[in-house]
């Protein structure tokens, strides 16, 4: 377990997205790759690239030995001369107190090193600079059979013909490369991420009560086979609320109609008015509820997304509950236009006023405004609120609060409307307390793309 926190505490800093993580994870793989490659390469290449220099160092110092024993004395200053301007080798007298400074401490150094005085003899030495003249600097003698002879020369050789500097040239042709592949590791990545983030997008708007577009079933047979899957899951939904829809509203006619004629003759049985009223209102109970439950099994129908003033609908609202009887205060704090579906957020609203009605027993506050940069509707009310631990319970089809168990009215759909109703349009549906006891019923949703007209 404890190996696994530091793995946690390095997915808690990456990218959350599949397309990133996969990249990520691809591209240290090749950084990786590369760098054993490369470790590997330079291994096994250095004692032969090591074999190889020392052996045309010695090579070179014996032929310039060689032409300097050969010569004539008196054309070896041109010799030299010659050797300095057109091989770019230098040779210069040996001296006990010469300035040098050594060379890198390397494996492919010591392994020149080391070949070379195995050839030349173990008094050999090497600098990386000679009174201040950069170079690769070797001391030889002259004649070096003879350990008397004390005529020791320094030969310098142009440091790139024996180091062989390609290492940036070779890192930019390498840089080149995991770029490629990496460019390819990227598209092949994309190319798996584009469907499951238009699945993604299909799935909420599923979960919103909508109907998605249908999926490109191409590409790859695993996310092609996906598709389908939920491209049928999808149809299978849709025919599903279709089914409930009509069943629901065949109840509906069939119950809708016996309700009435019992009603009426309710009403004219001649008995006592307190009784006839009683029975009215559970006859008018029970309409209530199919209705409710016929709100809850429709969707938005074909109602479009609208541009709507919220508070002229918290006004208009107003003015009905008013001529009732239920005066209502609108608090309208600043202008907020929103996209809607106008009969079904009316809906919504007008469920919440009759559940504050009900609840807190007296006409409930509208406010308007905006929150979050997001156009806001609420219903403000001083009942009994709802404890924060049961806000999203209550948004389920059928769920009461213990405290209501006891009151036979309603079917429990009446928040699950308005839920369903906000998601459907892009929005949140929040219940929160309310400051000085009571309810805040707020609806969220999406701010309006173009001005009123």
Not at 113 to 138: K, M, N
Not at 156 to 181: D, K, N, Q, Y
Not at 320 to 340: C, D, H, S
Request: glycine share 8%.
């Amino acid at each position: 377990m404890a190996s696994a926190a530091p793995y946690r505490s390095f997915l808690v800093g990456a990218p959350r997205t599949l397309l990133w993580r996969i990249f990520l994870v691809v591209t240290v793989l090749m950084l990786a790759s590369v760098a054993v490659w490369s470790a590997i390469f330079s291994h096994f290449d250095q004692a032969s690239r090591a074999a190889q220099t020392a052996q045309t160092v010695v090579s070179i110092i014996n032929l310039t030995r060689t032409a300097l024993l050969n010569a004539d004395p008196s054309l070896r200053k041109d010799l030299l001369l010659d050797l300095a301007t057109q091989e770019g080798i230098r040779i210069y007298p040996a001296e006990a107190d010469d300035r040098t400074t050594p060379l890198e401490d390397s494996n492919l150094v010591r392994k020149l090193t080391a070949d070379v005085r195995h050839q030349l003899g173990p008094d050999t030495r090497f600098a990386a600079s000679w009174e201040g003249l950069t170079g690769f600097w070797v001391s030889f003698r002259i004649q070096a059979d003879d350990p008397e002879d004390t005529g020791e020369f320094w030969l310098m050789l142009p440091a790139e013909r024996i180091m062989r500097p390609h290492a940036l040239e070779w890192m930019w042709w390498g840089t080149a490369a995991l770029s490629l592949a990496m460019l390819g590791a990227y598209m092949i990545v994309s190319r798996l991420n584009r469907p499951l983030k238009a699945l993604a997008s299909a799935a909420r708007t599923v979960g919103r009560g909508e109907v998605p577009p249908r999926l490109s079933e191409s590409g790859p047979a695993e996310l092609a086979d996906l598709a389908h899957a939920f491209n049928q899951m999808s149809n299978d939904l849709q025919e599903l609320d279709a089914d409930r829809a009509l069943i629901l509203a065949g109840v509906s006619h069939d119950l809708r109609t016996p309700l009435a004629r019992l009603r009426l003759g309710i009403e004219m049985c001649g008995a006592d008015p307190g009784e006839v009223d009683a029975m009215v209102s559970d006859i008018e109970d029970m309409d209530r509820i199919i209705g409710q439950f016929l709100a809850f099994s429709k969707a938005d129908g074909d109602e479009a997304l609208e541009t709507l003033d919220l508070a002229e609908l918290a006004t208009e609202l107003s003015g009905l509950y008013a001529r009732r009887g239920f005066p209502i205060t609108v608090l309208a704090t600043t202008a907020a236009r929103a996209q809607a579906r106008p009969q079904a957020l009316r809906r919504a609203v007008t469920n919440l006023i009759e559940n504050a009605l009900h609840y807190a027993g007296h006409p409930p506050e509208l406010a308007v405004g905006m929150l979050d940069g997001r156009p806001m509707i609420e219903v403000l009310d001083r009942g009994p609120g709802i404890p924060a631990a049961q806000t999203e319970k209550v948004k389920r089809p059928f769920t009461r609060l213990e405290s209501a168990r006891s009151n036979t009215k309603g079917s429990g759909l009446g928040l699950a409307i308005v839920d369903r109703i906000v998601r459907g349009q892009h929005g949140e549906f929040r219940l929160l307390p309310r400051e000085g006891g009571g309810l805040r019923a707020s609806i969220l949703l999406r701010g309006h793309t173009k001005s009123l007209s």
